[in-house]
């Protein structure tokens, strides 16, 4: 039986951060974060208050077995997608963790992504742009090439053990997530050709148009590589309160402006009720409805 782990890319703030933290709580499966910067700050920010109990609750040594289990799962890697050096240790780094004959990659989140607001051709900045590309595409794009291989191929035997499990909620949420290994890379809605009605944004609407091409492209060798084992998906996660959008949180009604962990929330519901033959290789948002191309 081959066992899944986890990627999120990057996973030092933001949605990432969040992200990183509710799979340490809900599953119990190893987590291969990655960080440019400060990793020992990012894993200690990680595990900070990582579990919630009610005042009756005793968290003494409950607390502490699920802490030293989460820190057993937590790993941290240098990566910076602008240096694809960086991309090949860290993808070293994971096969050694996670040997490809015991081990398969079963829930992957590239998530990098940088918004450099351009109103009118005359303000596009030659040095933002090709950051913004490299950032929002050729990241989301080379984190594929490194890490898509750890994808189960079509001849592996997942364990059939829920990849879902919270031991500190006696209520959990939404069931197992799907029997397939699922690559989601982080979209926007203004990546819709067909949904633009307002322009701006040169840059960031082109390179998050290409991440929904490169999805398209990347299931197609999913297809062929992994049948119905592995799929890619773009998501859109709505406006969420994190440092890239906060020059907008003004303009965005209270009730579209979603928190980093509500916003985790969406996301996940959305990958758990993903059909593999139907809905793989598109581009959906946080209500699970698709963005066209």
């Known amino acids: 039986m081959s066992k899944p782990w986890i990627l999120v890319s990057p996973a030092s703030r933001g949605i990432g951060h969040a992200l990183t933290r509710h799979l340490l709580r809900t599953t119990t499966a ?46 941290i890697a240098h990566v910076d997608v602008t240096d694809e050096s960086t991309l090949q240790l860290a993808s070293t780094q994971a096969s050694k963790l996670f040997p490809p004959e015991t081990y398969h990659l079963r829930l992957a989140f590239a998530l990098p992504g940088v918004l450099y607001p351009e109103k009118s051709p005359q303000a596009i900045d030659y040095t933002h742009a090709l950051h913004t590309f490299q950032i929002n595409t050729l990241g989301p794009l080379l984190l594929m090439k490194w890490f898509g291989t750890f994808l189960p191929r079509k001849s592996v035997t997942m364990s059939p053990e829920p990849l879902f499990h919270d031991p500190s909620n006696p209520n959990p949420g939404p069931g ?118």
């Open 30 to 75: 190893p987590i291969f974060a990655t960080a440019r910067t400060n990793l020992p700050g990012v894993r200690e920010s990680m595990l900070d208050n990582l579990y919630t109990f009610s005042p009756r609750e005793s968290t003494g040594e409950k607390e502490k077995a699920l802490l030293s289990s989460a820190s057993e799962r937590l790993h």
């Open 176 to 293: 197992p997530g799907p029997g397939h290994a699922t690559w989601l890379t982080a979209s926007a809605r203004v990546g819709s050709t067909t949904d633009n009605k307002l322009g701006g944004w040169y840059t960031y609407r082109a390179s998050k148009a290409a991440v929904n091409s490169l999805t398209k492209t990347f299931d197609q060798h999913l297809r062929v590589r992994c049948s119905d084992a592995a799929g890619a998906i773009a998501y859109h996660p709505g406006t969420v309160r994190t440092g890239l959008s906060q020059e907008y949180w003004g303009r965005v009604p209270a009730e579209q402006l979603f928190s980093p962990e509500y916003a985790v929330e969406r996301m996940l519901d959305v990958v758990r009720t993903r059909n593999i033959k139907e809905d793989r290789g598109r581009c959906w948002d946080h209500r699970g409805e698709e963005i066209p191309p």
